[in-house]
């Protein structure tokens, strides 16, 4: 990851929201039960809500009654495996085709973003989706020439050194150019890159000033739905935080004021060719990671 694990730490959260799906032995058992499952868990509306007043960000003064259904013991472990045996699998991608992906998928992908829990319920940002092959060579000659900043000037040595096999000394030498200064061209060979915004805080229809609240961490579980939603599909991508570069690459997108850059998301099938950091374990030991109290 690039600087990213204050927010992807997060993204844990995530894994619940597709589980449902994700965690199907098979394409047509996951279909099959798609009703199913869509009615084991839905809202009744109110008896007036016909009639309530809606306010900023879908609110009304009414509650709705839940309904749910729960799934049998030999059913939640049997997804809760299949789950965690799919998410296991994911690993960061810097290399991809450049074939295209499908857009009702990638846009399913950002809608299951949207599912996920956020600060009083604003949901506070916003996805552009940059296929222009033109735009994203700016971003990248952006991106690149800050982080050769970065790398001489504002980052620690401690830092460069714990991604040096990611995008130091030992990683790929694709990564590197010949004097040494980090390449990034997943920002460009990926079909889409994906530019995750957090907004500091909202205006509604008058023109007021609306406040957000937990904005980091509501985008950080946001973009936690995301990988999980793509690595469901089979798509890869990269959390990228661009120090340095976040002004520029707003303005060049002209989003608003409000709004800040969090993450550069390149998304696509990797490439026949990618490689990936060889670690083994994979990952730290459970033991390290919860514990029953």
């Known amino acids: 990851m690039d600087r990213s694990a204050q927010v992807v730490g997060l993204s844990v959260v995530a894994v619940g929201a597709l589980a449902w799906c994700t965690a199907c032995r098979a394409p047509a058992k996951c279909y099959s039960n798609n009703v199913e499952e869509l009615e084991s868990w839905k809202q009744i509306s109110p008896r007036y809500a016909a009639a309530a007043g809606v306010k900023e960000f879908g ?8 309904i749910t259904k729960r ?11 299949a789950f965690f045996s799919l998410m296991n699998t994911r690993r960061t991608m810097r290399f991809f085709s450049q074939d295209d992906i499908p857009q ?27 296929r222009d092959a033109s735009v994203k060579f700016k971003i990248r000659e952006l991106v690149e020439e800050e982080e ?57 229809a008058a023109g007021k000033r609306v406040d957000n609240y937990y904005v980091n961490e509501s985008c950080g579980i946001a973009a936690g739905f995301f990988l999980a939603a ?24 002209h989003r ?21 950091p060889f670690r083994t374990p994979l990952r730290k030991a459970t033991n390290h990671l919860f514990a029953m109290l």
């Open 59 to 66: 609110e009304t003064n009414l509650q709705a009654k839940l």
């Open 104 to 130: 009702d998928v990638l846009e399913l992908c950002l809608a299951v973003a949207g599912t996920s829990p956020s600060g009083a319920h604003h949901q506070p940002w916003f996805f552009a989706v940059i």
């Open 148 to 204: 050769k900043v970065n790398y001489e000037k504002r980052m620690r040595k401690s830092w460069i050194q714990d991604l040096s096999s990611m995008t130091g000394e030992t990683a790929d030498s694709r990564l590197r150019s010949a004097n040494g200064s980090p390449l990034k061209p997943y920002l460009t060979e990926a079909p889409a890159l994906i530019a995750m915004f957090k907004q500091t805080h909202s205006v509604d």
């Open 71 to 81: 799934l049998t013991l030999a059913g939640m472990r049997e997804r809760a495996q």
């Open 256 to 276: 608003p004021d409000n709004e800040k850059l969090f993450l550069l998301l390149p998304v696509g099938y990797p490439a026949s060719d990618a490689t990936v």
């Open 230 to 253: 793509l690595h469901n599909v089979g798509l890869a991508t990269l959390t990228s935080t661009p120090m340095g570069s976040e002004q520029a690459i707003r303005q060049m997108l």
